[in-house]
């Protein structure tokens, strides 16, 4: 079974940082694009940034020069480094990932992580 577990939320002071991880475990093939959505309170869930495979990534404005993903191929893992943090930044984060499995045929499945808290605030 495929999982997505994430790590490294918290309460930072504006101007602070954090580094979130995303690991996956389970049986698959290979994973192609992950990301990071987040999902303030009384908003709709957004994109924050993803990843290709091939190291191409993509930012919502509003962290550009501010986050940066990376992702580590060999672990499975993506991160979210976030520096400069702003009380807006204030948030869920969840992360997600295309994730090929083989039953007999190829599959890519969209997995969710189960969400890590992110408050920025002084």
């Known amino acids: 079974q495929v999982r997505l577990v994430e790590s490294g939320g918290g309460l930072v002071q504006p101007g602070g940082s954090l580094r979130l991880s995303c690991a996956a475990s389970?049986?698959?093939?290979?994973?192609?694009?992950m990301g990071w959505y987040r999902q303030a309170p009384g908003k709709e869930r957004e994109l924050v940034a993803t990843i290709t495979s091939g190291g191409s990534t993509n930012y919502v404005d509003s962290v550009k020069g501010r986050f940066t993903i990376s992702r580590d191929n060999a672990k499975n893992t993506v991160y979210l480094q976030m520096n400069s943090l702003k009380p807006e930044d204030t948030a869920v984060y969840y992360c997600?990932?295309?994730?090929?499995?083989?039953?007999?045929?190829?599959?890519?499945?969209?997995?969710w992580g189960q969400g890590t808290q992110v408050t920025v605030s002084s």
């Open positions: 389970g049986t698959f093939f290979s994973i192609n694009t």
């Open positions: 997600n990932a295309d994730i090929v499995e083989y039953f007999g045929s190829l599959y890519p499945t969209n997995y």
